[in-house]
C-alpha cells in the first residue's frame, strides 16, 4: 500500500476499503477537510503520476454525513483509476444547491490529496450532469490548478438558463393537475417550487403525478383525462416521460433548497412572455398558466454563483449523451455560445455519443475521452470527434461497454429545446472581469 505523508487534520486521509470496482487495481483513503467536507480518495498501484479531481452531479439535498458518496462515485467512475489515474472527490460541506460552495470543497480535495501524496504531474477535472457545471466554473475560479477538464453530460447552461424548462414544467403542470398545491392547501408562488414548511415526501409529489397522468399505469388504464394531461405537459415541455418524475420533483424540492435556503425567499425564476405550445388548446394555456418575473438581485445571485463565463485557459473535452433525458444535449450549444463569446472556443472539443441515459455512460467512451484529454495537454496534439471514436475500440477491448461516439452529430441550439425569455430573457452571461470585481461585494452570490 502506497502511504500517504501525514495530514494535519485528525480526521484523514485513512485508510479505507475501495469499492469493489477498483479494489484490485488502487488503494483508497477518506478524510473530511477543514469545512466538513468528507472526501474519498484513490492512488492506482501503477499510478501514471496524473490525478482526476471529480466533480459529483445533484446537488443531493441531504447533508452527507460520511465518505459514502465519494466511494460511490470512484465506483461509477472507476474506469479512471483502472486507467492509471490517481482520484479524489469530494461529498462537499452540505447538501443542496451551491455551485461555489461545491467549487471550494472540489478544490479542497485537490488540496488534500497533494498535501497526503505531492503534486501529481498534470492534474484533469472531471464533473457530470450538475458537477459538469461546477468542474467548468472550478477552472474558471482556479485557472493554474489544472490541465485539462473533462465535463460529461454537464448542465453548461447555468443555473439562471439551465433550469428554465423545470420552471415550465412547474408552471404547466399546475395548470393541468392543479393538486401542486391543492386548492384546499395554503397557496405559494410556484417559483417557490414547494412552501417551506411543507411536509410532502418524493413519494407523495409521485402519487400527485399518478392522480394527474396516471404515467405509472399502463396507457390502456388511464382515464381519458389522465392521458390528455399526459400528453400535454409532455408536448408543452419537452420533458421526457422517463425523466417527468425527476424532473418536477427537482423543480419542486430543488428550487425549494435554492429559493427557501439559498436566496432568502427571493425569485431568480421568470417565465413572463414566453409563448407555450403544442396543447390541445394552446390559447387557453397561455391565458391560464401562472406568470412571474424573477428578482433581479436573485437572478444576479444565482447568475454569479453558477452561470459560466467561458474564461477557460485549459484544454477542455465535453461528452455528452444524444439523448440524454436530464441534462439536454442543447446545454451543449449553451456551452459553445459562451466559450465563443470569451473568445476560449478553440480549447473547446464537444464530442457526441448516441446513448440515452444520463448518470452514467459507457467506460469505453469515458477512457477515449480522458486519454484525448490527456494526450492534448501532454503533446499539443488536439484531437477531434473523430480521433475520439476512432481510439475508443482499443479501450472497449478492455471495458466492453460499447463505442457510441457519432462524430458527425452537432446539437440544436439551445433555445430549440428550452422556451426562450423574451421579456427579461436572460442576465446575460457576465465578463470574467465583472465577475472578479463582484466577488469582492458583501452580499453576492450564494452562501456557503
Known amino acids: ?92 460541506r452540505r447538501g443542496g444547491f451551491g455551485t461555489r460552495m461545491a467549487v471550494a470543497d472540489t478544490e479542497g480535495a485537490r488540496l488534500a490529496f497533494e498535501a497526503a501524496f505531492g503534486e501529481p504531474e498534470r492534474t484533469f477535472a472531471h464533473g457530470q450532469s450538475w458537477g459538469g457545471d461546477v468542474a467548468a466554473k472550478l477552472v474558471e475560479v482556479h485557472p493554474t490548478s489544472y490541465d485539462g477538464v473533462l465535463l460529461t453530460n454537464g448542465v453548461l447552461a447555468g443555473a439562471s438558463r439551465g433550469y428554465d424548462y423545470r420552471v415550465d414544467l412547474r408552471v404547466v403542470y399546475q395548470y393541468y393537475c392543479g393538486n ?11 417559483w417557490q417550487g414547494l412552501r417551506a414548511d411543507s411536509t410532502m415526501t418524493s413519494t407523495g409529489l409521485r402519487a400527485r403525478l399518478q392522480e394527474c397522468t396516471g404515467i405509472e399505469s399502463a396507457p390502456a388504464d388511464r382515464t381519458p383525462l389522465q392521458q390528455r394531461n399526459l400528453d400535454d405537459i409532455l408536448a408543452v415541455t419537452h420533458v421526457p416521460e422517463r425523466t ?16 427557501t435556503k439559498r436566496l432568502g425567499g427571493r425569485n431568480p425564476f421568470g417565465n413572463l412572455g414566453v409563448r407555450y405550445s403544442g396543447s390541445h388548446d394552446d390559447r387557453a394555456l397561455n391565458r391560464g398558466v401562472e406568470r412571474f418575473v424573477p428578482n433581479l438581485r436573485a437572478k444576479r445571485d444565482l447568475t454569479w454563483d453558477s452561470d459560466l463565463t467561458g474564461a477557460v485557459r485549459v484544454p477542455t473535452v465535453t461528452l ?12 451543449e450549444s449553451a456551452y459553445r455560445a459562451t466559450r465563443q463569446g470569451a473568445g476560449t472556443a478553440d480549447d473547446l472539443v464537444q464530442v457526441f455519443t448516441a446513448e440515452s441515459e444520463h448518470s452514467s455512460l459507457s467506460n469505453s467512451g469515458y477512457a477515449a475521452a480522458m486519454h484525448a484529454l490527456d494526450t492534448w495537454v501532454t503533446t499539443g496534439e488536439k484531437p477531434t470527434p473523430a480521433s475520439v471514436a476512432a ?40 465578463p470574467a472581469w465583472l465577475e472578479r470585481a463582484w466577488s469582492h461585494v458583501p452580499g453576492i452570490g450564494i452562501a456557503p
Open 1 to 92: 500500500m502506497l502511504a500517504p505523508v501525514p495530514a494535519s487534520a485528525s480526521t484523514g486521509p485513512t485508510p479505507t476499503a475501495c469499492p469493489a470496482s477498483v479494489a484490485e487495481v488502487a488503494d483508497c483513503w477518506t478524510g473530511q477537510d477543514a469545512t466538513g467536507a468528507f472526501y474519498a480518495m484513490a492512488v492506482p498501484h501503477q499510478w501514471n503520476g496524473d490525478l482526476v479531481v471529480h466533480a459529483h452531479g445533484g446537488p443531493d439535498l441531504a447533508d452527507p454525513t460520511d465518505a459514502s458518496r465519494s466511494l460511490d462515485d470512484l465506483d461509477r467512475w472507476s474506469v479512471m483509476p483502472r486507467e492509471g489515474y490517481a482520484w479524489v472527490g469530494s461529498a462537499y
Open 180 to 190: 401542486h398545491p391543492r386548492p384546499s392547501e395554503p397557496q405559494y408562488p410556484l
Open 244 to 259: 417527468l418524475s425527476s424532473h418536477l420533483s427537482f423543480a419542486t424540492f430543488t428550487f425549494r433548497d435554492i429559493v
Open 320 to 331: 455528452h449523451a444524444i439523448d440524454d433525458p436530464t441534462a439536454f444535449v442543447e446545454h
Open 391 to 430: 481510439s475508443c475500440p482499443d479501450y472497449d477491448a478492455t471495458y466492453a461497454t460499447g463505442c457510441f461516439i457519432d462524430p458527425a452529430f452537432t446539437p440544436s441550439s439551445y433555445d430549440s429545446r428550452v422556451n426562450a425569455r423574451p421579456l427579461g430573457r436572460h442576465w446575460p452571461t457576465m
